[in-house]
């Protein structure tokens, strides 16, 4: 059966899990990417890549924290031994492939089309083997293959738990409706601004957020990846002082390998939590002064109003 050769395949390449749903449908696409206008497409190729969740404790100091799945540009891993699958498609079934992760396409909902997990009350897909600290990537190809069973729309173990809504610090989790994004501090972790209402709940987050994740029983039991702690340990934090300054070629040089060198990803953003971050001692404070003095231009205004803000305090 072809299914099951394609998932032998994917277990050869690492690939933790691997599942299949019908892809004809354009409700899973938000842009419709070229491979659309010359194939048609039939089936998705959802598979799951795990990531450590190595609990980083807080460390007194100049730190900013890097959320568990930006440790490492996973998305790359994965994309790799996607290109290997797509590789052995066309050489076996002739099939034409279009990759994609953390694209175009709505990849939450396949992964649960496709059986590999369901959502949680922090909007999150949760898988029954690795819980929620995964990432998913999509092979859409023109052949058909049979789908798998889907996984049931919402994770039941969810029920009278409730514990992300308890730890989402901007309240961005209500039970029962979509997430607020403009206030998730993932979300605004990315952005070049982050207004002055969340600066007193932002804590330590360089980059990403990661609370209703850790709050949540089901990772607690999840199968987690195997990777050296320390190495973990330094690749989950930044000494700010050293990167405040950085020009955006050598923070991308800085975080290379790491989720945060990503085209998409703005450095400003980095820089800007940085700040946020410091404002919230005396000590960071200092370099707040600096860099009002001698920091980027176009965040010289932020740091102002951070010192503003937070004048009083100190
Ligand atoms: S913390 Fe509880 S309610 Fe939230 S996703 Fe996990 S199990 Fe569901
Ligand atoms: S990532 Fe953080 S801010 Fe966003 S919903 Fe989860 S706990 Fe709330």
Redesign the pocket.
């Known amino acids: 059966m072809i299914k099951n050769t394609i998932k032998a395949k994917a277990k050869e390449l690492a690939i933790p899990a691997t599942g299949i749903a019908r892809a004809d449908s354009i409700e899973f696409i938000r842009e419709i990417p070229e491979f659309f206008k010359a194939h048609k497409a039939k089936t998705a190729i959802i598979s799951l890549q795990n990531y450590s969740s190595t609990y980083i404790p807080i460390e007194d100091g100049l730190y900013g924290i890097i959320a568990p799945f930006a440790r490492r540009n996973y998305y790359k891993e994965l994309r790799k031994k996607q290109e290997k699958l797509a590789k052995f498609l066309k050489a076996e079934y002739g099939a034409s492939c279009y990759i994609s992760s953390n694209g175009p396409i709505r990849e939450k909902p396949l992964a649960c089309k496709a059986g590999l997990g369901s959502y949680g009350m922090?909007h999150i897909i949760a898988s029954p083997e690795y819980g929620s600290n995964v990432i998913i990537g999509e092979i859409i190809t023109d052949i058909d293959i049979e789908p798998d069973e889907p996984s049931p729309e919402f994770d039941r173990r969810c029920l009278e738990c409730g514990l992300c809504i308890k730890?989402?610090?901007?309240k961005?989790?209500e039970y029962n409706s979509p997430?607020k994004r403009e206030r998730?501090?993932?979300h605004l972790s990315q952005n070049t601004e982050t207004p002055p209402e969340f600066w007193p709940i932002w804590g330590k987050r360089f980059y990403g957020?990661?609370?209703?994740q850790d709050a949540c029983p089901k990772n607690k039991k999840a199968i987690a990846r195997q990777e050296e702690p320390e190495e973990m340990q330094e690749a989950g934090k930044v000494y700010l002082p050293d990167i405040i300054f950085l020009e955006n070629t050598e923070l991308k040089e800085l975080f290379k390998g790491r989720q945060m060198s990503a085209g998409w990803i703005n450095p400003e953003s980095l820089i800007k939590n940085a700040l946020i971050i410091l404002s919230q001692s005396p000590e960071g404070m200092e370099f707040l002064y600096r860099f009002k003095e001698k920091g980027r231009e176009t965040l010289k205004g932020y740091a102002e109003l951070l010192i503003e803000y937070n004048k009083q305090k100190h």
């Open positions: 922090n730890a989402c610090p901007s961005a989790i997430i998730c501090l993932q957020c990661s609370s209703c």
